[in-house]
T-cell receptor, first 113, second 115 residues
Framework: RKEVEQDPGPFNVPEGATVAFNCTYSNSASQSFFWYRQDCRKEPKLLMSVYSSGNEDGRFTAQLNRASQYISLLIRDSKLSDSATYLCVVILAAPGGSYIPTFGRGTSLIVHP | DGGITQSPKYLFRKEGQNVTLSCEQNLNHDAMYWYRQDPGQGLRLIYYSQIVNDFQKGDIAEGYSVSREKKESFPLTVTSAQKNPTAFYLC?????WGEGNYGYTFGSGTRLTVV
């Protein structure tokens, strides 16, 4: 089982729609969680961190459910410019006591007019 | 402005050749990472380094080598032993996790094509 799993999609939604993505992780000792956005042929960029209490940034809401080991990203009032791949990132402990980010494969979102 | 720079942006390699991808950062980050991304796939970790003069293999280190002689630099060599090197290579750097504001930043990537 992969350490971090996402539905690859694509999610094809009209402008103005609300869309939600989930990401599950297998290691209960995972420490921190993030959502990154990657545009086609570009590098990933941080969208938002995910806090235990849930957090919101404009149209974007991130939630963490430690009991069920998943995080979610909700996008309200989708814009054409939201079309991208959304990567789930989990910080896992590595041998030697370091912590490294582990990426999901990403979920593709296509927002159409 | 601080950032992380990868070069070249595009690289063409003949079969059997070694090539080195450059990654430089001026963010004063201790940790640096190399990932490979294939079309429609996620990021796979090749090597990472938490501190100068030390690095560890990631999930797909075979056919690659790295060095970390300076804090700012973490070059990746794709050797002829890498059977399928055509991919998008991403370098990243970060502050140590757990030390306050965790920052993780990517370079703009290098597209390597074997011809």
């Amino acid at each position: 089982r992969k350490e971090v799993e996402q539905d690859p999609g694509p999610f094809n939604v009209p402008e103005g729609a609300t869309v939600a993505f989930n990401c599950t992780y297998s290691n209960s000792a995972s420490q921190s969680f993030f959502w990154y956005r990657q545009d086609c042929r570009k590098e990933p960029k941080l969208l938002m961190s995910v806090y235990s209490s849930g957090n919101e940034d404009g149209r974007f809401t991130a939630q963490l459910n430690r009991a069920s080991q998943y995080i979610s990203l909700l996008i309200r009032d989708s814009k054409l410019s939201d079309s991208a791949t959304y990567l789930c990132v989990v910080i896992l402990a590595a041998p030697g006591g370091s912590y490294i980010p582990t990426f999901g494969r990403g979920t593709s979102l296509i927002v159409h007019p | 402005d601080g950032g992380i720079t990868q070069s070249p942006k595009y690289l063409f390699r003949k079969e059997g050749q070694n090539v080195t991808l450059s990654c430089e950062q001026n963010l004063n980050h201790d940790a640096m990472y190399w990932y490979r991304q294939d079309p429609g796939q996620g990021l796979r970790l090749i090597y990472y380094s938490q501190i100068v003069n030390d690095f560890q293999k990631g999930d797909i280190a075979e056919g690659y080598s790295v060095s970390r002689e300076k804090k700012e630099s973490f070059p990746l060599t794709v050797t002829s032993a890498q059977k399928n090197p055509t991919a998008f290579y991403l370098c990243a750097s970060s502050t140590p996790w757990g030390e306050g504001n965790y920052g993780y930043t990517f370079g703009s990537g290098t597209r390597l094509t074997v011809v």
